[in-house]
């Protein structure tokens, strides 16, 4: 199959380089897969036309607006659709792209993906799925703030949902799916927690992946599941404290480098293991939340990211896109929702 | 006021050399404090005799039972009254000590502490609140776990109590206070945050903090205010998310420091850097979770603890003793209530 990504070349806080230079990098690495470029066309031409491996790679389509970052999602449907975000989900509601990529505004590119592509049947709300890295490799978080609040029934939902984007990304047969609570043992956390335990475990035979149970927060980076279901509240809060801890420890890596000459002598003879730690540790290198449950695929890139963050995105839209992560996941909930 | 501590010595997975040690060294630091220490003579003694700082500095009473490490708190209630932990928080209940320290059980420690203490006047639950370290000192945060879900009113009150906990250890007039949520602008999230945000914005002049509004999972460590309020389930996921980011940095850090032989080499310059870095991160550093809104002090030190950490936890406890949090959270949730 022949992939075509859609691209919304103004979206993000470096738009429209960051998002050129990305999806140039990514074109070396794919080189059959083809773009759909939207963007005003003074903004992103003189940076498209100087990249060659995107030569015949790509259409340009010139669209008149952009979508603000700091606009709210309210404002921006009742915008003019000459906006590249809303025409870049246009290209996969027609079919003509198989997945769509954006690093502008989350709140936008989530109410206009909900508006143009709808749910998958069986599918009551959509998720943010993320990748989080993991002592052994990496593993799928969701919901990370696409909802604030879940039911048992979505709880389930996002377990299906996650384990069709583990089973593409990680190629696993039966992904191992955990749900996120304060304790492992049965019975433990709230009521939502606990009925979404015990369906999944009473379906134990029906589904397509292996329920584990409760998880604990320190279990997402020790890898005990391909796949951690929470809701976005929790979701969205992990993450950010995660983030946060690691700039921390970040910081204090490089006082206690800079704090005497003989750790800056350190600091010399370990800089090619340092920068390779720092490259490791860089949130930008696992970049994309890749929006689930809508009937096509569109993946949100940071706003703040760099070109190979840029890149990353767009990968990882290639590879679930040649998964036919949406088709999976239609057929899956069928499934589940049949005993 | 000369302090009391009551102290469990048989709770946590060392028991009872650790929670000796710890309290030997907490004596060196606090020579004007004594404790009252409740175990088994025969597991105790032999270490206690050795402790020369802690000579004349106690009194010890010997409990024939102890509460084991993964005993379930309903069963934990219905044993004999003949264990340490039951008679250690005995001692705050008559008021013979100022606050409690155990190393053991949570769940039976928080089910024991709330039968025998009771809540103060106009707190409904208790909460569990832990000091993170910041990029500008520590923060508290509260709840970490004693309950699973908490409604507005619940959020208001635990605003209250980690205030007065910041106003104590922090020594700050007006403590800071924020609301975690997914997003700083009010309107997001859930209803229970919403309006928490709105009752403490509404009441700003009567309250004896200054409310900041919502902070976000990254402006814990960033240090945004003095304290961070959320729900038990939110904080616990944090909490363990932060502690599993901690582990994968550091697991990554002795890898590329094992890379090669440069950077092996770095590391020996570096050595002395590196091991007050790897005491920075350790956890144990800042141990101690706090059961606020009973009307005793309880303080809760991390069952895998050393001596170093249950000596953190027993210096916590006295500096909150000194401070009267239990009679300065009974002040302020009345004066809060008032309005």
Same mark, same amino acid.
């Given at each position: 199959m022949s992939v075509v990504i859609s691209i919304d070349a103004m979206g993000g806080d470096h738009a429209p380089s960051v998002v050129i230079d990305g999806i140039a990098l990514s074109a070396v690495r794919h080189p059959d897969v083809k773009f759909k470029i939207f963007g005003r066309g003074n903004d992103v031409m003189p940076y498209l036309e100087k990249k060659t491996s995107l030569k015949d790679k790509y259409e340009f389509i010139h669209c008149d607006d952009i979508v603000p970052m700091d606009a709210k999602p309210a404002q921006v449907l009742r915008r003019s659709k000459q906006t590249s975000m809303w025409n870049m989900i246009g290209a996969v509601l027609e079919g003509t792209a198989h997945a769509a990529v954006s690093a502008g505004n989350t709140g936008a590119l989530m109410a206009m993906s909900k508006l143009r592509?709808?749910? =998958?049947?069986? =599918?009551s709300r959509p998720a943010i799925a993320s990748l989080w890295p993991t002592r052994s490799g990496e593993a799928v978080m969701l919901d990370m703030g696409a909802n604030v609040e879940a039911t048992s029934d979505q709880l389930v939902e996002f377990a299906v949902m996650g384990a069709e984007y583990a089973r593409i990304l990680f190629d696993k047969k039966r992904p191992t799916i955990g749900i996120l609570n304060v304790g492992t043992e049965a019975g433990k956390g709230n009521d939502v927690v606990k009925n979404a335990d015990h369906f999944l475990k009473e379906h134990r035979d029906h589904i /397509?992946?292996?329920? /584990?149970g409760f998880v604990e927060g320190n279990d997402i980076t020790k890898g005990t599941t391909d796949v951690i279901v929470t809701d976005g509240f929790t979701g969205n809060v992990a993450l950010k404290t995660a983030e946060g801890t690691a700039q921390l420890i970040g910081g204090y890596l490089k006082a206690a480098i800079l704090s005497n000459i003989w750790s800056k002598i350190g600091a010399w003879f370990a800089r090619h293991s340092l920068a390779a730690f720092k490259e490791k540790i860089d949130p930008k290198r696992v970049n994309g939340g890749v929006f689930l449950g809508l009937s096509g695929l569109v993946v949100k890139s940071h706003g703040g990211t760099n070109a190979l963050g840029f890149a990353a995105a767009t990968d990882l839209s290639i590879d679930l896109a040649k998964g036919n992560i949406v088709e999976a996941i239609a057929k899956n909930i069928t499934d589940a929702r049949f005993f």
């Open positions: 592509l709808r749910m =998958i049947d069986g =599918i /397509h992946f292996e329920y /584990h």
